[in-house]
T-cell receptor, first 109, second 115 residues
Framework: GQNIDQPTEMTATEGAIVQINCTYQTSGFNGLFWYQQHAGEAPTFLSYNVLDGLEEKGRFSSFLSRSKGYSYLLLKELQMKDSASYLCAATDSNYQLIWGAGTKLIIKP | TAGITQAPTSQILAAGRSMTLRCTQDMRHNAMYWYRQDLGLGLRLIHYSNTAGTTGKGEVPDGYSVSRANTDDFPLTLASAVPSQTSVYFC??????????????FGPGTRLTVL
């Protein structure tokens, strides 16, 4: 079956670094997305990885290992506004997105 | 500002009644999607459309129908609502009909409660 696993909740301190992990099992694979979703709002795009390696975009970076079925989102210099849920989604062989349940990130001062 | 709009923002509906959730995008995207989001679960695809005039079933299509008469609009209809359809519904769109390799842009969502 198809499955996306990510931690339910994480807590980090303002100014620190946090890594949110995601493992996936899909029938075929055509890339992995990370989205951010603030409470009561719509998901917004953060990153897309299709090749192995690290993609850096400002304070956010995303890593992919296709052989391990593994990705992580790295958030640096955490700010209070980064408190949100982070959704991992993998593209299957039918080019449909399979979504994880999301990781709720709580930032403490 | 370009984007996706959804209506209504929220709705309380009696079980057995029908309802249409509206979704309109002005980005001229080919593909559109309907998801539901429930606590503790990932977004689940209800129906999708890769281009105007075509639709397809997602993971949880039962009890829902869609149409895509033109590029901009993608309404979702619940013919006879049941309490298990209580959820937050998101409409999304992406540029091409190749689906999952394109970034999907989401509307603000409709919070539906079926009593």
């Amino acid at each position: 079956g198809q499955n996306i696993d990510q931690p339910t909740e994480m807590t980090a301190t303002e100014g620190a670094i946090v890594q949110i992990n995601c493992t996936y099992q899909t029938s075929g694979f055509n890339g992995l997305f990370w989205y951010q979703q603030h409470a009561g709002e719509a998901p917004t795009f953060l990153s897309y990885n299709v090749l192995d390696g690290l993609e850096e975009k400002g304070r956010f970076s995303s890593f992919l290992s296709r052989s391990k079925g593994y990705s992580y989102l790295l958030l640096k210099e955490l700010q209070m506004k980064d408190s949100a849920s982070y959704l991992c989604a993998a593209t299957d062989s039918n080019y449909q997105l399979i979504w994880g349940a999301g990781t709720k990130l709580i930032i403490k001062p | 500002t370009a984007g996706i709009t959804q209506a209504p923002t929220s709705q309380i509906l009696a079980a057995g009644r029908s309802m249409t959730l509206r979704c309109t995008q002005d980005m001229r995207h080919n593909a559109m999607y309907w998801y539901r989001q429930d606590l503790g679960l990932g977004l689940r695809l209800i129906h999708y459309s890769n281009t105007a005039g075509t639709t397809g079933k997602g993971e949880v299509p039962d009890g829902y129908s869609v149409s895509r008469a033109n590029t901009d609009d993608f309404p979702l209809t619940l013919a006879s609502a049941v309490p298990s359809q209580t959820s937050v519904y998101f409409c999304a769109s992406s540029d091409s009909g190749s689906g999952g390799t394109d970034t999907q842009y989401f509307g603000p969502g409709t919070r539906l409660t079926v009593l």
